[in-house]
């Protein structure tokens, strides 16, 4: 066999930070990634925490080899979490990374940018799937869309079940008991799914979103939109995700917003900005106004919430109120949020590779606005102006 004719090396480490259950490849996408021209290397228990066995892997083509086994005979390392999105446990990993070597997962250099230095550092070229272009080529490979399906499904669960009353209406013998009432505030692919998850359950559900264009979409799924009489101008970015917007807004939407989020049993959060801190939207005085036993539930905990009592990962009881700050609900539901992860980071690696051969076509705006360190530099735009900024304000 050819030096050319080798196959790629495709490695999948055991994810370390703290928690996380996914894996990045899944026993069942492996064929996906071999009939592409890949080998693929498993560390050892890789899958376990999604109910994925080594004996599973081996069986669709995998090898079962060690964590350092994995790094360095891997030309393409696929992670759900590089170094970056996991700080601490993942950064005995920079020093198994080597140049040439492609890292493709998740790094939170948007929120994080500083940490993108490290990874240039260790010579990987390094993809961001947070950065994959939402253009309609670029849909099989949207893990943020595929994790937000399963925040905003598993929300709603949350909430039915710590609320001290049902969800759907009931005739009974005792009488009639009404539907609880459900507030969605962001209508992203998490406030969606919360949507109709919510709906399914036999809610009455509302939703607000700053983009009125998304009024259908509420509507499409069983919701009713609130309309708020603010102007929002252009709250939506050339990608597709909500844009920031200046304090004075977001003070008159959280005056309008109040009697809403009064009336109703549960408020499911979800604004978050790409980069930014999460706005708050939901504030103390809202929640004095809701009934005891309501919830509040904080998607955008992660980024410091939408909430402004909310505490990231705890929950607690004020005013009558439980306000929730669930982190990395993705990974409350390992099983399908590995599968569709892995399907997503397949899409694109296949992308990327041609004739069995790797070829990054920096013409391919997919691989040119994911990339983000190649040969020892920091090669992403929205990085390097991220980390100006950090610099001129310090």
Do not use: W
Not at 12 to 28: H, N, Q
Not at 176 to 198: D, S
Not at 212 to 241: H, M, N, R, T
Not at 371 to 393: H, N, Y
Request: with cysteine; proline share 5%; hydrophobic share 45%.
């Amino acid at each position: 066999m050819t030096e050319q004719a080798k196959p790629i090396v495709v490695g999948v480490p055991k994810e370390t930070f703290p928690g996380e259950r996914r894996v990045a490849l899944v026993a069942d996408v492996v064929p996906s990634v071999v009939r592409a021209g890949a080998e693929v290397l498993v560390e050892s228990g890789a899958g376990l925490g999604a109910a994925v066995t080594d004996e599973s892997y081996v069986k669709k083509g995998a090898r079962i080899v060690t964590r350092d086994e994995v790094f360095a005979r891997s030309d393409v390392v696929f992670q759900v979490r590089t170094f970056g999105a996991s700080p601490e446990a993942g950064r005995a990993d920079l020093s198994k990374m080597r140049k040439g070597q492609l890292v493709i997962g998740l790094t939170d250099s948007l929120n994080e940018p500083a940490l993108s230095k490290d990874l240039a550092q260790s010579g990987a070229t390094v993809f961001s799937l947070e950065l994959v272009p939402r253009i309609t080529r670029a849909q099989s490979m949207d893990v943020l869309s595929s994790m937000a399906t399963i925040a905003g499904y598993k929300a709603v669960l949350i909430a039915a079940g710590n609320l001290p009353r049902f969800f759907p209406m009931f005739m009974t013998a005792a009488g009639t008991i009404a539907p609880a009432r459900v507030f969605i505030v962001g209508v992203g692919v998490a406030g969606l799914q919360a949507i109709a998850t919510a709906k399914r359950l036999g809610a009455v559900v509302s939703a607000y979103d700053i983009r009125p264009a998304v009024k259908d979409q509420v509507k499409s799924v069983g919701g009713k939109f609130v309309e708020l009489e603010i102007e929002a101008g252009d709250a939506e970015d050339k990608g597709g995700y909500a844009k920031a917007m200046g304090e004075e807004f977001y003070r008159k939407q959280r005056e309008m917003m109040t009697k809403v989020v009064g009336d109703n049993d549960v408020v499911i959060t979800t604004a978050a900005v790409p980069g930014k801190k999460a706005p708050i939207l939901v504030t103390e005085d809202m929640v004095k106004g809701m009934a005891p036993g309501s919830i509040v539930i904080d998607l955008a905990a992660e980024r410091g919430g939408n909430c402004d009592l909310t505490k990231p990962g705890e929950t607690i009881h004020v005013h009558g109120v439980t306000v929730m700050g669930p982190l990395n609900l993705p990974s409350t539901v390992p099983y399908h949020a590995s599968q569709m992860f892995s399907k997503n980071v397949a899409a694109f690696f296949q992308n990327m590779v041609k004739n069995g051969a790797i070829n990054l076509n920096m013409e391919d705006e997919i691989i040119r606005d994911t990339m983000i360190t190649r040969d020892g530099e920091i090669v992403s735009p929205r990085i390097k102006e991220l980390l100006g900024a950090a610099r001129a304000t310090a």
